[in-house]
């Protein structure tokens, strides 16, 4: 059984450019949490999805969007990068019967961003 | 704001020895405490977890303990090993809500 799969797992940009992360669910999943995490620190909260909709939104600058497919996976685009964008971005994802229960979300090994 | 604040920042314990991190919270609104556990070029995975009806869970090696009304909440890891080294992290959440994390503890187990 898959866990969350999120590509790529590496990414160089340009300062100014545009990226979209890519996140895939594990199995019975719909929900899907975008998280960043700079180095040394937590991960924050950035959005989250379901029933394609963004449900809830973190301090993050409009900049950042996202997108929840039918199959529940999802994408995060970042518009006009900055350095500051540099860090490793999880994507996480739940069900409902574990949010009800104990809503540990699995999250994936995340994509290592980093703007030049 | 920081509602969720996690120490020591990193930790050094020997191999067999008792491993404690701390964390406080400030939202009394949260009602659901997991610990993370991250290695590195990994993402965070679920430890253990609590809710504030019980003082106390164990699982293994690893315990939390719970204190409502200081608002304060702690992992233990008895008889550390070195395959524990790695950085944990506390959170905090509310219902369906997102998880809030503390800053990490940077855990080494020395032979």
């Known amino acids: 059984d898959a866990g969350v799969t999120q590509s790529p797992t590496h990414l160089i940009k340009t300062r100014g450019q545009q990226v979209t992360l890519r996140c895939s669910p594990k199995?019975?999943?719909?929900?899907v949490s975008w998280y960043q995490q700079a180095l040394g620190q937590g991960p924050q909260f950035i959005f989250q999805?379901?029933?394609?909709?963004?449900?809830q939104r973190g301090n993050f600058p409009d900049r950042f969007s996202g997108h929840q497919f039918p199959n529940y996976s999802s994408e995060l685009n970042v518009n006009a990068l900055l350095l500051g964008d540099s860090a490793l971005y999880l994507c996480?994802?739940?069900?409902?019967?574990?949010?009800?229960?104990?809503?540990?979300?699995?999250f994936g090994s995340g994509t290592r961003l980093t703007v030049v | 704001q920081q509602q969720v604040k996690q120490s020591p920042q990193s930790l050094i314990v020997q191999k067999g020895g008792i491993s404690i991190i701390n964390c406080a919270y400030e939202?009394?609104?949260?009602?659901?405490f997991p610990w993370y556990q991250q290695f590195p070029g990994k993402g965070p995975a679920l430890l253990i977890a609590?809710?504030?009806?019980?003082s106390e869970k164990k699982e293994g090696r690893f315990t939390i303990s719970f204190n409502k009304s200081a608002k304060q909440f702690s992992l233990h890891i008895m008889d550390s090993q070195p395959g524990d080294s790695a950085t944990y992290f506390c959170?905090?959440?509310?219902?369906?809500?997102?998880?809030?994390f503390g800053k990490g503890t940077m855990l080494l187990v020395s032979p």
């Open positions: 199995s019975g999943h719909d929900t």
């Open positions: 609590i809710r504030p009806d019980v």
């Open positions: 939202n009394t609104a949260f009602d659901y």
């Open positions: 959170a905090a959440t509310s219902g369906y809500s997102t998880l809030t």
């Open positions: 996480a994802s739940s069900s409902p019967l574990e949010r009800g229960n104990s809503p540990g979300y699995t």
């Open positions: 999805y379901y029933e394609e909709e963004e449900r």
